[in-house]
């Protein structure tokens, strides 16, 4: 069935280096897309979205970028930073309202 | 703090018991959704009700069940208990239920351990 996945399961980085997390999907209809940050111990965060008319979108130290002809989403996080350990979760959603997570990336910065 | 309430944070039980998990979604949020995730698993989506009536279901076992009150909080049913229940389990809330672009948060989780 449709699903989505991601590519890497963990991915170790220095402190200050830039973070690429990478998640693809199948579901050609999903046009809303969100990342989310989850810490030990704590439910999923909010950490930025996308709809399926753009390509990229900035927030804070993140940039999510969209390549719905090869249905890959990434995650950059710009000058990495140990508070930003954790595991990363894609998300996509369509019309039919199931909101579907991939299996998660974990992220440790290293110091 | 996401605003989305839930309770009780930790649960042990033995199998074949019946657990209740309660969520209270974010102020002005009509919709709620379940979600279970196991030991380093990803989220599985079980269940959505939107101001009171099942939207959408996931993975949900029979032995679960789900309701959402008229005061928009919702309760989470666990029925004959098995070792495998033990998770996480999370709530969520969004301001709509219906189109795609419906941004969820999650409550902090309630941590089930079955014995």
């Known amino acids: 069935g449709e699903s989505v996945g991601l590519h890497l399961p963990t991915l170790s980085v220095q402190e200050g280096d830039n973070s690429i997390i990478n998640c693809a999907y199948s579901?050609?209809?999903?046009?809303?897309f969100i990342w989310y940050k989850q810490e030990s111990g704590k439910g999923p965060q909010f950490i930025i979205d996308?709809?399926?008319?753009?390509d990229k979108r900035q927030g804070q130290r993140v940039t999510v970028l969209l390549n719905k002809t090869v249905k890959h989403l990434s995650l950059q996080i710009a000058a990495t930073q140990p508070g930003d350990s954790a595991v990363y979760f894609c998300?996509?959603?369509?019309?039919?309202?199931?909101?579907?997570f991939g299996a998660g990336t974990r992220l440790t910065v290293k110091p | 703090d996401s605003g989305v309430t839930q309770t009780p944070k930790h649960l042990i039980t033995a199998t074949g018991q019946r657990v209740t998990l309660r969520c209270s979604p974010r102020?002005?949020?009509?919709?709620v959704y379940w979600y279970q995730q196991s030991l380093d698993q990803g989220l599985q989506f079980l269940i959505q009700?939107?101001?009171?009536?099942?939207?959408a279901k996931g993975n949900i076992l029979e032995r679960f069940s789900a309701q959402q009150f008229p005061d928009l909080h919702s309760e989470l049913n666990l029925s004959s208990l098995e070792l495998g229940d033990s998770a996480l389990y999370f709530c969520?809330?969004?301001?709509?239920?219906?189109?795609?672009?419906?941004?969820?948060?999650f409550g902090e989780g309630s941590w089930l351990t079955v014995v």
């Open positions: 969520a809330s969004s301001t709509t239920g219906g189109a795609s672009g419906n941004t969820i948060y």
């Open positions: 579901n050609s209809a999903s046009d809303y």
């Open positions: 996308i709809r399926s008319n753009m």
């Open positions: 998300a996509e959603n369509s019309n039919n309202n199931d909101m579907r």
């Open positions: 102020s002005g949020d009509l919709s």
């Open positions: 009700y939107y101001n009171g009536e099942e939207r």
